[in-house]
């Protein structure tokens, strides 16, 4: 049975999901855009190509990332199988795709295990790594957002006006839910949304990863509201470093995840969040406003 497609006009089609996926196709070339997770997603997606760009997807088939997250690239082996389809990641994000040993030092501090990762450890072979300069399949072109990943990027279809974002930018309800936006780096991933509001100003559509569609005054609405997030966990941060005189990094995560938040402070979420607020108060030191210092239950951070 054929997936249920969005038509997101020009030669671009929505699979929606967490994350959501863009297709794009013209004549028998199709490029995949953040293939995303989940049992039978995959076979969809072969489905999809194969209704829009015939059979073979004579003219190529490309999977196109955003950045190497497992939640985004999962489903991508099937699109491989059945059409030799070509791998295209950020040159910064190849060895996340690459590597799950490396993907899971990067979001989680250390080699997890897949049952607490709760994500299934896909790798793929990456193909094309490209750069902000580089020229994309089907006339697309990347906008590098470094922030959830040092390699994370954008990916612009000019013709259609429209901005795959990955996951530079998260709709409300996540944002509600977490509380602290995860990001390897919030403070880049803060100028990212800046760039990403430009375009958004512009008219262009927005395609967050985790998020509805948005455009025009919404989309502005939602890159703001991601703003506001990072100022909140920032001033949050300062606040705990000045009411306890100095605190670590686990017992930051375990105060920001349950106070911040409506998601439990399960393991899983305290390590994400204490990779995103450990760049916070590498932010914060490198401003002259945090300290790191020695306790007997590990490195503190004090105010300073």
């Known amino acids: 049975m054929a997936p249920r497609l969005r038509r997101l006009g020009g030669r671009l089609h929505l699979l929606q999901g967490s994350p959501n996926t863009v297709l794009a196709v013209e004549e028998s070339e199709a490029a995949v855009v953040d293939p995303g997770i989940g049992e ?10 194969r209704g829009l760009a015939g059979e073979e997807g004579a003219g190529g088939v490309h999977v196109v990332l955003t950045h190497g997250h497992t939640d985004h690239l999962a489903a991508a082996p099937p699109l491989v199988e059945a059409f030799s389809a070509r791998v295209h990641a950020p040159r910064l994000c190849v060895g996340l795709v690459e590597s799950t040993e490396l993907r899971r030092l990067a979001v989680y501090g250390g080699v997890v295990s897949e049952q607490l ?23 697309a072109r990347p906008l590098p957002l470094p922030g959830h990943t040092p390699g994370s990027s954008a990916v612009v ?35 990212g949304l800046r760039r990403l509001r430009e375009l958004a100003e512009a008219g262009y559509t927005v395609v967050p990863g985790h998020g509805p569609v948005a455009r025009g005054r919404r989309a502005v609405a939602m890159i703001d509201a991601n703003l506001s997030a990072v100022e909140r966990v920032r001033e949050y941060v300062l606040s705990k470093l000045r009411e306890t005189g100095g605190v670590g990094l686990d017992r930051l995560a375990y105060l920001a995840t349950a106070e911040l938040g409506a998601a439990e402070p399960t393991p899983r979420q305290l390590l994400l969040n204490r990779t995103a607020l450990a760049s916070v108060l590498a932010w914060l030191e490198e401003e002259g406003k945090a300290e790191p210092a020695s306790g007997p239950e590990g490195p503190l951070w004090r105010p300073r």
Not at 40 to 49: C, M, Q
Not at 171 to 176: F, I, K, P, Q
């Open 117 to 139: 990762a709760a994500m299934p450890m896909v790798s793929l072979a990456v193909d094309v790594p490209y750069g902000g300069s580089s020229a994309l399949p089907l006339g």
């Open 40 to 49: 039978g997603r995959g076979a969809a997606l072969v489905e999809a190509v």
């Open 157 to 191: 279809f000019e013709e259609e006006r429209l901005v795959a974002a990955g996951d530079a930018v998260l709709g409300e309800r996540v944002l509600a839910r977490f509380g602290v936006p995860f990001a390897a780096d919030l403070r880049g991933w803060a100028e």
